[in-house]
């Protein structure tokens, strides 16, 4: 059996987009939210379900979730591949913007609701060391939660260091099931007799797919390549001319461990989709041997 990677745009909007699995989001919601009693979500409506997006440009693929809960609260899950900078920004300008477009022109303020933003980020963003983190606005005087309509929760996946026999929680599960579905071979016994990940399994089962989402799908990750492999032309180059003197050793370091850790992951997920060690070598620039002990 082998799975896709959530982390891929499509695979994640698939995945947790699903109109017909809305089981799988509301699970996942639940769980980094920590919603229970009276303010478990039960239903959720999908304000851009998942659709096959056409290949050029992939103008048509929104990688963002909208949900709207039973109580009208507003959800926007959010999966960020690529540390592009000022992501706190964009997570503010996103919430702001769906809180103000719930008014139409006569604006009655009384029918704005909750916007939560949930960003699941593929780097790291904070100092703290738990791979997820709550933010709301306080008052500093009193220490409480006086406007709440605005929350920001964000997860950051590298962060996350759990194996399975370390999985605790719900939401432990799914931040493992992300981290880690593309290199699994069975559904592990963790996740059986547990309906949402069922779902969330066999969606993510690349026998289930049609031969477009797959062309998609492999389209996304082989242009997740080409921009690495452009950062990686763009630093050597930058390196031949100089440019890198004025850096200290440890940064250099700091960017040289990155690059190979970031071609260990193409490495993996890359073998995940079945691609032959000589095409992956050229990918990523390792060894056919490196790669074979790797697979």
Known sequence: MRFVDPKNDL????????????EILISFLNSVLDFKDDKTIVDVSLANPYQVPKIPGLKETILDIKAI?????????EMQKKDLGEFDKRSL?????????????????????????????????????????RHLIINQETNTQ??????FCFIELKKFDKDLTQLNSILDRWIYFINNASILDLIPAQYKNIKEFEYAFSIANQNSWTKKEIEVYEYISLKEFDEINARQTAIRKAKKKGEKKGEKKGEKKGIEKGIE???????????????????????????????KKIR
């Open 261 to 291: 850790k970031e071609k260990l992951n193409i490495a993996k997920n890359s073998i995940s989709q079945g691609l032959d060690d000589k095409t992956i070598s050229t990918i990523t620039g390792l060894s056919v041997e490196q790669i």
């Open 69 to 77: 809960n039973q109580n009208g609260d507003k959800f926007i899950v």
């Open 146 to 151: 006086d406007i709440k309509d605005f929350e």
């Open 93 to 133: 300008y996103y919430t702001s913007k769906a809180y103000v477009e719930q008014l139409d022109i006569k604006q009655d303020y009384t029918k704005l609701n909750k916007v939560y933003f949930i960003g699941i980020l593929n780097f790291n963003m904070f100092e703290n060391k738990s791979f997820i983190s």
């Open 11 to 22: 695979a994640f909007k698939k995945i947790f987009g699903d109109e017909n699995k809305k």
